[in-house]
């Protein structure tokens, strides 16, 4: 009998180390000259950093067993459906013994809320798997269970989230750490490049005003690390490799600024890949240890709605920590924020009224904009109160704000109804909408002419920033804080080695444990679902009656995903799926083809216009997994992914309302069950479609080496 990957307990070297009170984090603090390698060293008391970062884990070299669909075994050209009848699933019983549980809950600092035990069912697994390797979850053990806040989130073009990363890299006061997969010079990458440019000026201007006299370079620079995957063969060698100036500042390539136009700002690079599949693939930043953003898109300009999380409280400390861990070698800067981490601070700090850029931009851009001063500190606002006039945040003509509230009150106006002087509409909300789809790549696409625009319905207008105001610290009386909700850390490391050996692992484990552990539903958004072991669990939890639903992406790197081993493009899964259900269960599987806002059907992603790569699972309601991670064979087996589970339904609320509401896939994209595929009121499936069946082998493996070949130019599905 094959021995489960999946352990069924936490061990008690797992349970003393996540109740120690030692970190790579703080052994950075009592030794800043040391690298977070050795540091993670002397924690876990093995070298299991170095290993993983060569793309070797002994542990992990056993013999592969039959998690990769058997597509080898197939001998009709249609993949094998073997996978579905075995699923991985852990030795204990569904429902986890309370002592189990308790046991769970001593392994996180959750800041005076219990979580729920459906939180502890799924955080009690994923902590299962690193008794082999603590190095699985990508943070130090004591940082795994946490807490926080959402005050922010976006779910919209990736130009929207780069405007709210560029407000905080402008608003930063000690350090800036920005990691992304793929950073391609573009006009994404533009927003982010202007706020460094324009951060130095504001430091220089600082100066200025304190001194007196011309400004010079601080001693004590704003430190800015810089982490992407660029895929070079010195990494055969090292996977971390620092980069040159002369390399990062190719506009042709990277185009981030040279060293001597930033003068105030001490910025190092870094590029890092584990040969020879293991990607990082992981995308967030942490400003000043006290925010962190969490999001779904690499830095490249593309046509996917993606999304991304804002993070405050003692969170953003796990999120520093494996930042560290990431980076593995010394830090040359160090990190200005090595002593002051952002759970000792939860509570004591006012951002907006401390910080430099927070004095200039009360007199200056608050009132440009009119924006209502302070937001409500109750409820849900996707609407500050703003004068009509706001100008947008463009790479041309950047316009950063004080705080949240007004990014919201911008961002939104830009999507409101415009009038003419003699009130005639001049624009619609849905004109709006497509005119922000749009944005870099398809600046002539239009929206389906039957597309509803919400004109009487002010509750489905797209809203791309969900603003929870009292989740934000730095609105807070003097001596109050927000109450923060139960978070974890489900992450999973590199894996170079192209077999899939690496599959237990916290992302996995939680993604797993939430479908077996669910009572009511399970909602899934994902631009690619095909990994094997996610497959029968899907089944098992609509056979038990649980409501699963799946958005997923229509054709989204359909080429990638027809390489030997990846198991299969989206159709098939789909189709596969469904022929695997009795016809009674099958109405417990709901799954749906993105659609966007301004459409009627949705579009292959090969077309390039209207494409999704939002991440997200939220299980009955009230836990959420969102991150960088897909429901792919990649995401699973292969690439460093970084993911934030949280214990709240108002959070899980508002993630479910953005999605609802900022895309058409609920009302345009359901897929017929009993043929399971998409089909138009006609019965035609959608124009460029491959179709449920790819082919022979050998034609499905030319079209994956066309989608491996995209993918390393950066230009295909990660």
Known sequence: MTKSKFPDHISDRILDLCTSSETVSSLLAKEPSRSPSDAWNQLSGRHALKKRSLGVNEEEKEEEKSFSGSEEDDSNGQGSTTCYKSPPTPPHSPRVAQEHLDRAAKCGKWGGKKPSELFLQIYHDALCTLDDDPLRGMVSPPLLGTCGTVPLTIISVIPDIARHMANLIYRAKHEIFLATNYWQSSVASTYLTNAIRDLNRRLASEAHLSSGVESQPQKNKIVLKVLYDRGTPKQLLSPHQIVSPDTYTDASTVGLPHPDDIPFIDMQVMNYHTPIVGTFHAKYMVVDRRVAVLQSNNIQDNDNLEMATHLEGPVVDSLWDMAMISWYKHLEPGMSCVNSPASEAWGKEKEVEETGVGQIERKVEVKRLAVTEEPPTTGTTTQPTVTPKVPRHTTEEPHYDASIAAEVARVQTSLASKRDPGRRVIETHLQAVTRLLNHTRNPNFTADPLAPDPVTNPNNKMTPYLFLPHHQASIQGQDQHPEA??????????????????????????????????????????????????????????????????????????????????????????????????????????????????????????????????????????????????????????????????????????????????????????????????????????????????????????????????????????
Not at 496 to 514: D, I, R
Request: hydrophobic content about 40%; glycine content about 10%; aromatic content about 8%.
């Open 485 to 718: 909700v139960p978070m974890a850390l489900v992450n999973r490391a590199p894996y170079g080695l192209p077999n899939h050996s690496s599959v237990s692992n916290p992302q996995n484990a939680a993604w797993l444990s939430a479908l077996r552990n669910a009572i009511h539903s399970v909602f899934i958004q994902t631009p690619t679902l095909n990994a094997a072991p996610l497959l029968p669990a899907i089944l098992d939890a609509c056979n038990r009656g649980v409501q699963v639903t799946c958005y997923v992406c229509l054709g989204y790197n359909d080429a990638g995903e027809l390489l030997p081993h990846q198991n299969g493009h989206n159709e098939m899964i789909a189709h596969q799926l469904y022929s695997s259900l009795s016809l009674g269960t099958r109405q417990n599987l709901h799954y749906y083809w993105y659609v966007a806002k301004d459409q009627t059907k949705p579009l292959v992603q090969s077309k390039g216009l209207r494409s999704c790569h939002i991440k997200l699972m939220v299980v009955d309601g009230h836990v959420g997994i969102m991150g960088n991670g897909n429901q792919d064979t990649q995401s699973w087996f292969h690439s460093q992914e970084i993911n934030v589970m949280i214990d709240s339904e108002e959070v899980c609320g508002t993630w479910m309302k953005g999605v609802m509401r900022n895309q058409n896939t609920a009302i345009y994209g359901a897929l017929d069950k009993e043929k399971g595929m998409w089909v138009d009121a006609e019965g035609k499936e959608a124009d460029g479609v491959i179709g449920v069946d790819p082919g022979g082998r050998m034609k499905r493996w030319a079209k994956g080496a066309v989608g491996a070949v995209k993918r390393v130019q950066g230009i295909g599905g990660f």
